[in-house]
């Protein structure tokens, strides 16, 4: 079986990739591909690995991805620009990445009979709550340019399936933590910033909320939902510990040696949601999902990891810098 997978050079989809790698006998023939923008590190691959083959592409790249589509069985799509502040100070890559290209990828897979279609989305297209969790049938509410293009994303891979029957499983995941997740992200800016002796920006009071799941739970879910998911349904993935930002603050504050003196308060966010919170009922009762990693352990994993890979993302800082700091 021929897996194509999008973005896998990327945090989320590269975890996924290295995990199905790492099955054995019975795993997928797995392509990436991926464009190699500035969070994507080829490094994060082991492209030598002979189930694995890496391209260098667009999703946008109409005939590439038809090329590819016509190789596969099926797709998982990770690709897409998630940084809320980049999304703030410009829109016009996320609406292109997020919505042209995920089109794209539709178009390919209907025409070449691909499915299942797996597409990978997040909480934030449901805006903010204030009490309660989401469940999969809540209307979508997005309040940034960055959740408005995934929002379209998720209605259009719908309307594939509605018009067309396309199988499309779509999951909606909680913040993401773990190794390899580039710097620009609230839990590794803050760790590779108190690790170097530096400031931490800290919205607003604090008080935005926010649940946390490990990656390789994330993928775990994911992969739960390609092999096992029903079709045109979407699916929760979440992690079970919600922590407004002071309180994650704290924690990595303490994880990494330093105190309140190394948190410099910024205003806040335009149009910052207040709170995120998914009800993951629907994928423990139908996928068996369940998140493995306990929070306080998997933190101070990741703190270790960042600790101890300063090669990896040491040279990410002469990146142009981005926005100061994003919680999603």
Excluded at 162 to 174: E, K, P, W
Aim: aromatic content about 8%; charged content about 25%.
């Amino acid at each position: 079986m021929n897996l194509l997978v999008t973005g896998a050079a990327g945090f989320i989809g590269s975890a996924y990739v290295r995990m199905l790698l790492a099955g054995g006998a019975g795993r997928p023939d797995i392509t990436v591909l991926d464009k190699l923008t500035y969070a994507g590190q080829l490094r994060n691959l082991d492209i030598d690995h002979p189930g694995l083959r890496f391209v260098h592409g667009d999703i946008c790249d109409a005939d590439l991805v038809g090329k590819l589509m016509a190789e596969a069985d099926q797709i998982v799509h990770f690709a897409a620009e998630s940084h809320v502040d980049r999304s703030i100070e410009g829109s016009d890559e996320f609406v292109v990445t997020n919505v042209l290209g995920t089109q794209t990828l539709l178009d390919a897979a209907l025409r070449h009979d691909v499915g299942p279609f797996v597409h990978v989305s997040t909480d934030e297209v449901y805006g903010s709550t204030d009490t309660g969790s989401w469940r999969e049938d809540e209307p979508l509410s997005p309040n940034s340019p960055y959740s408005a293009s995934k929002a379209s994303s998720d209605l259009l891979a719908l309307a594939y399936h509605r018009t067309f029957g396309l199988d499309v499983r779509i999951t909606r995941c909680s913040n993401n933590y773990g190794p390899r997740q580039f710097p620009e992200k609230i839990i590794p800016l803050f760790i590779t910033n108190l690790l170097d002796g530096r400031t931490v920006p800290l919205y607003g009071d604090g008080l935005n909320v926010r649940e946390w799941v490990h990656v390789e739970d994330h993928c775990r879910g994911v992969e739960l939902v390609r092999t096992g998911g029903r079709t045109g349904e979407i699916y929760h993935l979440g992690g079970g510990t919600e922590l407004t930002n002071r309180e994650l603050t704290e924690r990595l504050l303490t994880a990494c040696g330093a105190d309140w003196s190394s948190v410099r308060h910024i205003p806040d966010r335009k149009g910052h949601d207040r709170r995120y919170s998914l009800d993951d009922g629907k994928a423990r009762r139908e996928l068996g999902y369940r998140p493995r990693q306990e929070f306080p352990r998997g933190l101070a994993e990741t703190v270790a990891w960042y600790r101890g890979n300063r090669d990896w993302w040491e040279p990410l800082r002469r990146h142009p810098a981005a926005p100061p700091v994003s919680t999603r």
